[in-house]
């Protein structure tokens, strides 16, 4: 009894750290995020949609950037939701509206794992940390809350 006892503290001081960090636990993976700007509309990334962001991705044991669109001569980054990228940034964008903004902490396993990617800097196990904006969203959610805003403008 004493050891669920203890567990569950455990668990309630890790999910209060993650509160008290402003960082929300995503179900079903480690990664986390930190909302820092609120998107508008009702258009949200889910699977299957083609969606365009512009990223920057850090290496969090060595603090160094190793990619971002908005570095010169970048573009914004399109990738389909549901399995275009890395599992911490898939998982981590889904629900995003568009022109908001998260930050993302990706562990080593659902970023580019025990291999790592060496020729972007990122070194075996390499924990990240990616911020990310949608700029825009092509598919279900999009189609739908743009019918939604035709009717409304209809009445």
Not at 50 to 61: M, P
Request: charged share 20%.
């Amino acid at each position: 009894m004493t050891w669920l006892l203890g567990a569950l503290v455990l668990v309630l001081l890790g999910c209060t750290a993650l509160a008290e960090d402003g960082f929300n636990a995503i179900q079903g993976v480690q990664t986390t995020y930190k909302t820092l700007t609120e998107g508008t509309g009702d258009a949200v990334v889910e699977k299957g949609d083609t969606v365009t962001v512009h990223a920057t991705g850090i290496v969090r044991q060595t603090d160094k950037k190793f990619w971002s669109t908005k570095d010169s001569g970048q573009q914004p980054f399109t990738y389909t939701a549901g399995g275009g990228v890395i599992t911490g940034w898939d998982k981590g964008a889904m629900g995003m509206k568009i022109g908001e903004v998260r930050l993302l902490m990706i562990p080593a396993a659902e970023g580019y794992g025990a291999n790592g990617f060496p020729a972007w800097g990122i070194p075996k196990n390499g924990d990240l940390s990616f911020e990310i904006e949608v700029l825009t969203i092509k598919g279900k959610s999009a189609t739908k809350a743009k019918r939604m805003a035709d009717s409304e403008q209809d009445l």
